[in-house]
T-cell receptor
């Protein structure tokens, strides 16, 4: 039973345009969400997070939106750059407990110059 | 060290042999996670340590897999009688005692069972 879902395995975007990566979760107990980026042959690196008390968090070109009622979050990258090409993992956990972080299957983003 | 360190970076082993993978977390991080990523797949949770204890071992695929952590620091993941389906990148991550902090990953160990 996949608790964190990323239904798009891949996404291609033109350089300079907006990239939107989507994520859905099923466990209503999750209240802290993270996005990680992974380049080939490297470990995932933390990108941005959001707590369930917020519906938006912005860091430079990266913005995460959270819709709790829909159990949906999205990562917006604008403007997209070729260096953003990577696999993006959505992750979730319960903030108030020492629970494991559950990852989605990832979305491979290609930014075309 | 400054980051999470994993060794070896690559390991090729024969089917049926045992392997040991090592993870050195960031100093002071009490939470430690093992994940694996098979070819074309996402991150599969294996086991989670809080200090030296493992409150969640639910992701270990079989009894051939075990892990331990000593001194609240280094962790080893052991796979006995390796099978070809064990081939994957094994990733270790650690996080601090703060509940809402992100986990930092090592570069992984690429295990190939031939």
């Amino acid at each position: 039973d996949q608790q964190v879902k990323q239904n798009s395995p891949s996404l291609s975007v033109q350089e300079g345009r907006i990239s939107i990566l989507n994520c859905d979760y099923t466990n209503s107990m999750f209240d802290y969400f993270l996005w990680y980026k992974k380049y080939p042959a490297e470990g995932p690196t933390f990108l941005i997070s959001i707590s369930s008390i917020k519906d938006k968090n912005e860091d430079g070109r990266f913005t995460v939106f959270l819709n709790k009622s829909a159990k949906h979050l999205s990562l917006h990258i604008v403007p997209s750059q070729p260096g953003d090409s990577a696999v993006y993992f959505c992750a979730a956990k319960r903030k108030t407990s020492y629970d494991k972080v559950i990852f989605g299957p990832g979305t491979s983003l290609s930014v075309i110059p | 060290g400054a980051g999470v360190s994993q060794s070896p970076s690559n390991k090729v082993t024969e089917k049926g042999k045992d392997v040991e993978l090592r993870c050195d977390p960031i100093s002071g991080h009490t939470a430690l996670y093992w994940y694996r990523q098979s070819l074309g797949q996402g991150l599969e949770f294996l086991i989670y340590f809080q200090g030296n204890s493992a409150p969640d071992k639910s992701g270990l695929p079989s009894d051939r897999f075990s892990a331990e952590r000593t001194g609240g620091s280094v962790s080893t993941l052991t796979i006995q009688r390796t099978q070809q389906e064990d081939s994957a990148v094994y990733l270790c991550a650690s996080s601090s005692n703060r509940l809402n902090t992100e986990a930092f990953f090592g570069q992984g160990t690429r295990l190939t069972v031939v």
